[in-house]
């Protein structure tokens, strides 16, 4: 009983940051603190650069906060004076990705580099799923976050990249909790749970937002009745680490942040992801696409923030035209091998 | 006992909020100015310094914080609060950034003074009137000069940029460009939690 009269303050979101860091250091740690030794004698370093907690830290400043992906520095300024938390630049926007086919690559790297010095809030970019050298290339060039995304033509389906190598935290796409604990325990400092990219339909963003959320619930129920043989065997039907389901059952939500993505087109997909917990939103196609970006850009910022005050949703909603809002295509339209969610389990 | 608000527009809310609740006590989140009634000090958390500045604009929280500031209520910044708090904003590679904040304290803050996200890091840093504190700098501003009332209180050495002012006072005002949040440093909470009128 003790642990219902704590409640969910009993674990802290910061503790579970805490934790995993200690879960990389137990993989890489001990390697790492050897040759550090071996170089520098057994000084001590006032300044620890890059560290997982740093990592998750940052991911923390974004919540209640809008993400929008663009493609050029004056769609970025429209970004930052519209009150984004960051932008993210692709070469083209998911909807152009889907009507253009053919092979997406992370974009261009002078383009990066040309937002990153145009703008002060944070910039993020895609790199394909397994393709390490081009989140080498985007860490180099000093991107904030890198999203090994599946709107992107993945490079290898069956490994994704391994992120506790990097100092740059990066953000992965999920469609359920085990693919999520997946990308985690694979270092991945935040997930997006994934929609259906460049549809303008929100349709499958709710439909994984809900699964995740349940599949929590039931994790927390077994913890809750103290029964961790059904937590063990959670972990082992779904593939994850046992201490990872145990952490997820502890805090009762994801260990990371996790924002929604895919197909939010108006204030009101918006504020509905955030009712059904997402941390914050990606904003991809929903706004460059629509006839009325400059205004579309600050009312899902609005919506956001203020999700839980229908009043200012209103006030969101109005500030946009539901004749401009992106057309959009039904999912159930896309023939199988269209999907992008599906790439890379 | 002290309630504390924790501005909740955007940014690590959550964080101060629980961070104060394992303290035992008494935290609140703020978003409108009727908020602000009924508690005896304020926190503006982390986040993106140009998105809480614009969201308390259009709620009309730049007044009704200067209002709860004039009436000798204490509020403590952190990072980007510390940025929303100062009276002139800088960034290391674009100048001037003109972005609306509160204009509370006689501070000039350099944003993205450290680098990029690949140049955050977690450091030990002595704090006057609160002591040694183990935090996180994030995308973290400096503070480069303090004028009239507002005095720097803590520096820090750093390998690249030298030293640079990582904490200020004014009356009741607190600028810190860091996160004990993260760390979850108590200190720093306990000493401000000092400060409410008792």
């Keep these: ?345 | 006992m002290a309630r504390i608000g924790v501005l909740a527009l955007q940014g690590d809310y959550l964080e101060h909020y629980q961070v104060l609740k394992g303290l035992g006590i008494e935290a609140r989140y703020v978003k409108t100015p009727s908020d602000l009634r009924n508690i005896d000090a304020l926190i503006i958390p982390g986040g993106e310094s140009t998105t809480i500045g614009k969201l308390m604009a259009i709620k009309g929280m730049v007044d009704a914080v200067r209002e709860f500031v004039r009436s000798g209520s204490p509020v403590m910044g952190t990072c980007a609060g510390a940025i929303v708090m100062a009276k002139k904003v800088f960034d290391r590679v674009l100048g001037e950034t003109n972005q609306p904040t509160l204009e509370l304290m006689d501070i000039n803050v350099i944003r993205n003074i450290f680098g990029r996200q690949k140049n955050s890091f977690v450091a030990r840093v002595y704090i006057d009137e609160i002591g040694d504190v183990v935090v996180a700098f994030i995308r973290a501003p400096g503070i480069a000069e303090a004028w009239n009332g507002a005095r720097i209180t803590g520096y820090i050495e750093h390998p690249q940029i030298g030293k640079i002012g990582v904490a200020a006072k004014q009356g009741n005002l607190i600028a810190l460009t860091f996160h004990p949040e993260i760390t979850g440093d108590d200190k720093v909470y306990r000493y401000f939690i000092g400060l409410v009128k008792r």
């Design chain 1, 1 to 345: 009983m003790l642990t219902t009269a704590l409640g969910w303050f009993a674990l802290k979101l910061t503790d579970s940051y805490v934790w995993l860091e200690k879960l990389r250091d137990l993989i890489y740690g001990l390697l790492e603190l050897r040759d550090r030794a071996r170089e520098e004698g057994l000084e001590v370093i006032p300044i620890r650069e890059g560290t997982p907690l740093v990592r998750y830290g940052f991911v923390s400043m974004l919540k209640g906060g809008v993400i929008m992906d663009v493609t050029n520095e004056k769609q970025a300024a429209i970004a930052e004076d519209a009150g984004a938390v960051g932008v993210m630049v692709l070469d083209k926007l998911p909807y152009d990705v889907r009507a253009a086919g053919g092979v997406a690559r992370t974009a261009d790297l002078r383009v990066i580099e040309a937002v990153m010095s145009s703008i002060t809030i944070p910039v993020s970019a895609k790199c394909r799923i397994g393709h390490a050298e081009e989140a080498r290339l985007l860490e180099e060039i000093g991107v904030d976050l890198i999203d090994e995304s599946e709107v992107l033509t993945p490079v290898d389906e069956k490994a994704h990249i391994n992120k506790w190598d990097f100092k740059t935290p990066f953000v992965n796409g999920a469609r359920s909790l085990p693919e999520a604990l997946r990308r985690i325990y694979e270092g991945a400092s935040m997930i997006r749970t994934k929609g259906e990219p460049g549809t303008g339909n929100v349709a499958e963003a709710v439909k994984h937002m809900k699964l995740v959320n349940r599949d929590i619930a039931t994790l927390r129920g077994y913890y809750m009745a103290g029964d961790h043989e059904a937590i063990w065997v959670y972990a082992k039907e779904n593939k994850v680490p046992y201490e990872l389901a145990l952490l997820t059952a502890r805090l009762g939500r994801l260990p990371v942040v996790n924002f929604a993505a895919g197909g939010i087109a108006t204030p009101a997909d918006a504020a509905l992801m955030m009712w059904l917990g997402a941390d914050g939103v990606f904003v991809g196609s929903g706004i460059f696409k629509s006839g009325d970006p400059e205004a579309r850009a600050r009312a899902i910022v609005l919506a956001t923030s203020f999700y839980d005050d229908p009043e200012t949703v209103v006030e969101a909603q109005k500030m946009v035209s539901e004749k401009v809002s992106m057309v959009g295509i039904d999912v159930r339209k896309l023939r199988p091998e269209e999907l992008m969610q599906i790439r890379g389990e």
